[in-house]
């Protein structure tokens, strides 16, 4: 029997499939994540096309505009990231936030398709390649961080991230039981109109750029230590 001859009464999941826990439709989710692949492409390579001076230019005011949103929130512990593939370089704001008493963390996979760990990170600490080669502390007990620092290679409107298709921050962020402060970080060419946000899609709490500090409608409520 050809598929054209599929009778009435097929069980749903025919027409649906289970990603990530939640039940999508099988041609929605076809269709987003061949816009997603798309864009992600379009987005990462007009990233590299940046020059070296005005990459260095934009990456200073994007932490200049970092700076006070971080200073608002009452943290001991927060996560970055090692640039790749022409993303911001925020390792002069991590060298300032531990010389400040932070501890600053960097993402580690240690098994595909979980959850990041978070080892901490301070200059001149021993690095190896983790998984895709992104170097990652080589030692050190794993923390929970209360501020994430994401990279974005595109962010929507409202805040909702694309980013390089693992889907490793959205299923660490939800694995918190209570979930960090997530600041989306990137370059302002980053933005488009909508990523066509998916059930289990984590939306930003602020996105900066070189040109902004994006928060969604509601306030950040100060990340509060015991």
Not at 146 to 161: H, K, M, S, T
């Amino acid at each position: 029997m050809s598929e054209e001859e599929d009778l009435p009464g097929d069980p749903v999941c025919y027409a649906h499939k289970l990603v990530g826990g939640h039940v999508v439709d099988g041609q929605t989710w076809k269709d987003v994540s061949r816009f997603r692949r798309s864009e992600r492409m379009r987005l990462v390579e007009k990233r590299r096309r940046m020059d070296d001076a005005e990459r260095t230019q934009k990456t200073a005011a994007l932490i200049a505009n970092l700076r006070p949103l971080l200073n608002e929130q009452a943290f001991r512990t927060i996560s970055a990231y090692w640039p790749i593939r022409g993303e911001p370089d925020l390792r002069p704001l991590m060298a300032d936030l531990h010389q400040a008493g932070c501890t600053v963390l960097l993402p580690v996979v240690t098994e595909k398709n979980a959850p990041l760990v978070f080892r901490p990170w301070q200059p001149g600490c021993e690095l190896i390649r983790g998984i895709w080669n992104i170097p990652v502390p080589a030692c050190g007990e794993p923390q929970r961080p209360e501020v994430v620092l994401v990279p974005l290679v595109g962010a929507d409107a409202e805040n909702f991230r694309l980013g390089n298709g693992g889907g490793y921050y959205d299923r660490t962020l939800v694995s918190f039981s209570q979930k960090p402060l997530a600041v989306g970080v990137g370059f302002a060419l980053c933005r488009i109109p909508t990523i066509f946000p998916m059930p289990w899609d984590v939306r930003m709490d602020a996105v900066v750029t070189e040109e902004e500090t994006g928060r969604r409608s509601c306030e950040i409520d100060p990340v509060i230590t015991a």
